[in-house]
Nanobody
Framework: VSLVESGGDSVQTGGSLKLSCLVF????????MAWFRQAPGKERERIARIEPDGTTYYIASVEGRFTISRDNNKNTLLLQMNDLKDEDIATYYCQLRGSGYCGRYGQVYWGKGTRVTISS
């Protein structure tokens, strides 16, 4: 299983971006997946998660602005980010938690990240 993120860019405050995470090597719809981010000098934090049944979870600071979703036809995890703020500056990573159907059960897989910067 391997993950490749894309879509990071520099946008103005209030702008939008859509990040993608292409999953290779399994039917990812049968695994729990998440988006994390790591801002300069800070710990990596999980910001959104989606379960195989489609249930989603968000941290408070992005709820209502970010949307996690799946494009099963393309084996791709998505993150639509709207109304971007300075505090959203970070490198964004996707994570897959192996389910046995997709990846080794309990193993965590990471992409290499895609960078988002905000300009005022």
């Amino acid at each position: 299983v391997s993950l490749v993120e894309s879509g990071g860019d520099s946008v103005q405050t209030g702008g939008s971006l859509k990040l993608s995470c292409l999953v290779f090597g399994c039917t990812y719809s049968r695994a729990s997946m998440a988006w994390f981010r790591q801002a300069p000098g800070k710990e990596r934090e999980r910001i959104a998660r989606i379960e195989p049944d489609g249930t989603t979870y968000y941290i408070a600071s992005v709820e209502g602005r970010f949307t996690i979703s799946r494009d099963n036809n393309k084996n791709t995890l998505l993150l639509q980010m709207n109304d971007l703020k300075d505090e959203d500056i970070a490198t964004y990573y996707c994570q897959l938690r192996g389910s046995g159907y997709c990846g080794r059960y309990g193993q965590v897989y990471w992409g290499k990240g895609t960078r988002v910067t905000i300009s005022s």
